[in-house]
């Protein structure tokens, strides 16, 4: 099995308002709601990079979603033997926060919404959500007490 060699931070937002998730439109079809995050930078730390992404992809630095806001859901290798310099380890974390005001667009043009927890469960029940997220999305509905 091949050596994972990188990070990738992944938040999943609970506000009173919903849950924000992102589309990437400039990524090839088929298209699917994310969860924002993506690939650290440098020597960042998982929380370091989960909390710039999050940033990026959805709010403003008047966010006010702190390192230490972040709880460690799920940490999964990401092996491709095909393209083994994209291997990588993923972190997906939980931050609970009253309010966020997201960007209309994220810095990479990402669309962004904030959807409630039973317009998520539909959304998984319809394939809608990425891959990779379902499951940790399914758990954090279960865990606010929305059945998955």
């Known amino acids: 099995m ?14 009173k ?3 924000p998730l992102v589309m990437e439109l400039s990524k090839p079809l088929p298209h699917y709601w994310k969860i924002p995050g993506g690939a650290g930078e ?10 710039r992404e999050f940033l990026e992809e959805v709010g403003g630095d008047e966010l006010r979603v702190f390192e230490n806001d972040l709880v460690l859901v799920k940490t999964e290798p990401v092996v491709n033997d095909q393209k083994p310099w994209k291997n990588h380890t993923r972190y997906f974390f939980r931050a609970d926060c009253l309010e966020v005001e997201p960007k209309a667009r994220g810095d990479e043009g990402e669309t962004i919404e904030v959807f409630q927890p039973d317009q998520v469960l539909e959304m998984l029940q319809r394939g809608e959500i990425l891959e990779g997220h379902r499951e940790i999305l399914r758990g954090i509905l279960q865990s606010i007490g929305v059945a998955a």
Do not use: H, M, S, Y
Request: proline share 4%; hydrophobic share 40%; net charge positive.
């Open 2 to 15: 091949a050596q994972t060699n990188g990070i990738a931070g992944f938040v999943v937002l609970v506000t």
């Open 17 to 19: 308002w919903g849950i």
């Open 42 to 51: 440098g020597r960042e730390t998982p929380k370091q990079c989960a909390r």
